[in-house]
T-cell receptor, first 113, second 111 residues
Framework: AQSVTQPDIHITVSEGASLELRCNYS??????LFWYVQSPGQGLQLLLK??????LVQGIKGFEAEFKRSQSSFNLRKPSVHWSDAAEYFC???????????FGRGTSLIVHP | DGGITQSPKYLFRKEGQNVTLSCEQN?????MYWYRQDPGQGLRLIYY???????QKGDIAEGYSVSREKKESFPLTVTSAQKNPTAFYLC??????????FGSGTRLTVV
């Protein structure tokens, strides 16, 4: 069965610094991959998704992610973090080749001024 | 504007009670989903429905029930058989490969 691992429970960065959130997946075939963001007490918002094609995916809010098959990874990056980026970030993989995501446990991003 | 509406935002349940969480969407999405979120555990799929009058169990369906009589609506009932119902419940919908649209959630607390 597919699974997603987000190794970092919390990440702390300074405003203006670069960011990379790690995500590793387990799935035999080419996966459908997603990154979502959640503000406290709110639902999730889709940042970006990968289904096929170019392995570098651009998303909303200046985020990007790179699919690396050899490392089974789909890390999320942003070159310069803003205080408003503080939130919970979830990586997800489509279950069984479908678009229904199985979510990781999330990484909480803390941004220092 | 189109979106998903979950109500109520906060819900309190007494031991042994059934409660129903509402989820309505006006996005014309075919598929709808219910997730449960607990601190540090991410989101776990309870039930999903890809078409009206049809639904499938997710990973943690025990103690929950759903119906899908209308395309726009996918209510979730938390029954008395669910022994640990305190959690944040999220409803989502999707159409094709467009990714999910989430509601803003219902926080259920057992009192």
């Amino acid at each position: 069965a597919q699974s997603v691992t987000q190794p970092d429970i919390h990440i702390t960065v300074s405003e203006g610094a670069s960011l990379e959130l790690r995500c590793n997946y387990s799935y035999g075939a080419t996966p459908y991959l997603f990154w979502y963001v959640q503000s406290p007490g709110q639902g999730l918002q889709l940042l970006l998704k990968y289904f096929s094609g170019d392995t570098l995916v651009q998303g909303i809010k200046g985020f990007e992610a790179e699919f690396k098959r050899s490392q089974s990874s789909f890390n999320l990056r942003k070159p310069s973090v803003h205080w408003s980026d503080a939130a919970e970030y979830f990586c997800a993989v489509g279950r069984g080749g479908s678009y229904i995501p199985t979510f990781g446990r999330g990484t909480s991003l803390i941004v220092h001024p | 504007d189109g979106g998903i509406t979950q109500s109520p935002k906060y819900l309190f349940r007494k031991e042994g009670q059934n409660v129903t969480l509402s989820c309505e969407q006006n996005l014309n999405h075919d598929a709808m989903y219910w997730y449960r979120q607990d601190p540090g555990q991410g989101l776990r799929l309870i039930y999903y429905s890809q078409i009206v009058n049809d639904f499938q169990k997710g990973d943690i369906a025990e103690g929950y029930s759903v119906s899908r009589e209308k395309k726009e609506s996918f209510p979730l009932t938390v029954t008395s058989a669910q022994k640990n119902p305190t959690a944040f419940y999220l409803c989502a919908s999707s159409k094709g490969t467009g990714g999910y649209t989430f509601g803003s959630g219902t926080r259920l607390t057992v009192v």
